[in-house]
Nanobody, 126 residues
Framework: VQLVESGGGLVQPGGSLRLSCAAS????????IGWFRQAPGKEREGVSCIRRSDGSTRYADSVKGRFTVSRDNAKNTVYLQMNSLKPEDTAVYYCAAKTGSLYEGIWYLRYEYDYWGQGTQVTVSS
């Protein structure tokens, strides 16, 4: 399994970015893709999650109403649309994959995920 993130960069507060996570190598059509982020000196935290099969989604409270996760199954790509960005959103963003079942009440726990991308930097600053 390989996950490749792209789309990070520098944006002003209030701006938008869209991250992409291109996935390959899965043997099943049903898996979860989670987005996590890690700011300097902080723990890696779950941001959002989407299930490939039915498109069900989860969000951290800190991003609800601002971030939207979506998928394009034909392209095996998951997107994270980030709007109304704040300086506190600055972090390295990672996508991760969970194969098999996932109790969606704990989607935000990093150890639930089997595979990780290399990360992409998002900086929100004026």
């Amino acid at each position: 399994v390989q996950l490749v993130e792209s789309g990070g960069g520098l944006v002003q507060p209030g701006g938008s970015l869209r991250l992409s996570c291109a996935a390959s190598g899965f043997t099943s059509d049903d898996y979860y893709i989670g987005w996590f982020r890690q700011a300097p000196g902080k723990e890696r935290e779950g941001v959002s999650c989407i299930r490939r099969s039915d498109g069900s989604t989860r969000y951290a409270d800190s991003v609800k109403g601002r971030f939207t996760v979506s998928r394009d199954n034909a392209k095996n790509t998951v997107y994270l649309q980030m709007n109304s960005l704040k300086p506190e959103d600055t972090a390295v963003y990672y996508c991760a994959a969970k194969t098999g079942s996932l109790y969606e009440g704990i989607w935000y726990l990093r150890y639930e995920y089997d595979y990780w991308g290399q990360g992409t930097q998002v900086t929100v600053s004026s």
